[in-house]
């Protein structure tokens, strides 16, 4: 079992910033990799951004050059850093841990709203 405890977000104004935290606790040492998703109002859940175990990372094309994930193993969390947001980004945004036996733990999600 892997329990995951998100952090941040909030409210923001369009060209603002936000960072959101992902606690992982429990079976970490199954964890295959991480990663953000999002779910906006009416839409279905969307991923942003995933960050391997080896460090390597990638973005959905909406966020590339705003958004940055990185990690530290040490303390097992995981972050999204949101810089330059537009109101499309407003939506519940998702910490995932993929298990080595590919089942999907999910955090509880964060509310992050940009205004116009």
């Known amino acids: 079992q892997v329990h995951l405890v998100q952090s941040g977000g909030g409210l923001v104004q369009a060209g603002g910033s936000l960072r959101l935290s992902c606690a992982a606790s429990g079976n970490i040492f199954s964890i295959n990799y991480m990663a953000w998703y999002r779910q906006a109002p009416g839409k279905q859940r969307e991923f942003v951004a995933v960050?391997?175990?080896?460090?390597?990372?990638n973005y959905a094309d909406s966020v590339k050059g705003r958004f940055t994930i990185s990690g530290d193993s040490a303390k097992n969390t995981l972050d999204l850093q949101m810089n330059s947001l537009k109101p499309e980004d407003t939506a519940v945004y998702y910490c995932?841990?993929?298990?080595?036996?590919?089942?999907?733990?999910w955090g509880q999600g964060t509310q992050v709203t940009v205004s116009s």
């Open positions: 960050r391997q175990s080896s460090g390597s990372t």
């Open positions: 995932l841990a993929r298990a080595q036996s590919r089942y999907d733990y």
